[in-house]
């Protein structure tokens, strides 16, 4: 047998057609005795209830989506102006195509990001010990189910934009909608298919970045022009032909990458089933091997006195090191203001809710270096200072850079109409509570599935799951309601300065003092 550095060496460019039919016939066998095993645990009556659960809970979903859908749809019908929106002076306004073309966009971003990281050729632990080690073709291996991901992906981001479309474009007609669905489907299957070739080595990382957002940018532009079939077959042709190029080259990826991309993909399911955010976060920035000691170098290099500054030099340094990533933050804050911007006015609960998600999701990617201590929380017992003060060390640059972020929020809101620039100190005041949320959240304890849920009048609910996967979150919340009732006041009293300054203390006092359960 070959030793361990099969993994990191190529495969024969070429091997034989014996070497073939053997690793199919490898892999058709591992997957039927897999499958039989599995059918020997599970009864058909469990199948039966399964089924049926999962057929009740996707037909009662299907039933809330289409109504929200159709109620949302005739909501923004409705509305011509922007007069109901929460920025009253407004006076720019973007034309509404400009903002769905731009969503579209970024959900394609978000499908090649995902799928950059994950690895669209990957095999799980088993196969990875059984299978790589064996001098034969991997391309049987890794084909179907590389096949099977592209064309899951392709269905299912043409199945969730058939209601953008619908929601997004109410003029459009039946024939419209589905061709501007099949164009955005193919969309995600090119997505994912130029990340094989990344992987594969066809394309550079720099250059296949560029490549791939030049090509969905021109991708999430083409669905306007749905009366024609010819854009979706320009796409369609694009993405089978890069997929007939690719697939013949699924046996030539790197043993290490296959791994690589399997252990990350296992990873962030398994939490994804577990509904634990935290190991997520950490799965999907495990592969990011970017460090910056650049500029973090002069700094640790300055001598300090007392542990408490080397403690708060250290956290600053890992914060720069880590180099939390500026393409989030920025998408974030671009979709708050195109969405208060766009032409039609949206609702305003709608505005306010892309406000607060913005402001989570971004305070959740400056976590990165409270989650990374929080998993081995024994190591800040051993510090010759008090718990509290430790936790103020952590949460000092999530606090400093929300604050910023939130301070530019609100800085543009006032260029763009708001009436009152007291509405940056607010923000900025909210960005502090805001960044102690981060810390609160990376150390909760994971949700015990175990626990029973709790009877209520509606029926059974996972209350101590769901405090758990709050927790953190909840003080999120908090610190941005005295801004958000500044926003749709449309103006800043007196009492609200207070109010978030309390608010954020508060919070801030909360993080700080308590400690995290075991």
Known sequence: MPGPDVLTTEPPREPPRQSRHLSAEIVRFTRRSARRHKRSLISWKDRFVDAYSWGLGIGVSLAIAASFVLALRNEIADRASTTNSIIPGQWLVLPE?????????????????????LGPMTVNGPEST????????????????????????????????????MVSSVDRTPWEHLFASITVGAAGLLAVVLAAAQQL????????????????????????????????????????????????RAGEVRGEELVRGGAVAGHAGASLFMMDSNEVLRALSGGQRRVDGGRAARLYSRPVRGPLRALIRADVVAFLRLHPPLTPPLLWLAASIAVLLVEGGLPEF?????????????????GSVARKTALVPELDALLPLHPALVRTSRTLMPSVAMAVWMAILSGLLVLLGA???????????????????????????PPDWSAPPVETPFGPVPRAQLGSLMHGLDVTIL?????????????????VVIVQAVFSAGIVLLVVLSRPKR
């Open 97 to 117: 195509p400009v903002l769905w073309t731009s969503l579209t966009f970024a959900v394609l971003l978000v499908i090649s990001t995902l799928a950059r990281k």
């Open 130 to 165: 059984w299978w790589l080690t064996l001098p034969i073709d991997r391309r049987p291996m890794v084909l179907p189910p590389f096949v099977r991901k592209v064309a899951l992906t392709g269905i299912g981001t043409a199945v969730l934009y058939l209601p953008f479309s």
């Open 201 to 248: 080595g066809l394309l550079g990382p720099r250059l296949g970045r560029i490549t791939a957002t030049a090509a969905l940018l021109v991708c999430a532009v083409l669905p306007l022009l749905s009366s024609s079939p010819w854009p979706t077959a320009l796409v369609g042709a694009a993405a089978v032909g890069l997929l007939i190029l690719v697939a013949p």
């Open 350 to 366: 709608a505005q306010l809710a892309v406000v607060v998600i913005a402001g989570c999701a971004t305070a959740s990617g400056m």
């Open 419 to 445: 009436p009152d620039p007291a509405l940056i100190g607010v923000g900025a005041l909210a960005g502090v509570g805001m960044g102690a949320g981060t810390l609160r959240a990376a150390t909760r304890t």
């Open 479 to 495: 610190a941005m309601i005295p801004l958000l009732a500044a926003l749709y006041l449309g103006y800043v009293p007196s009492l």
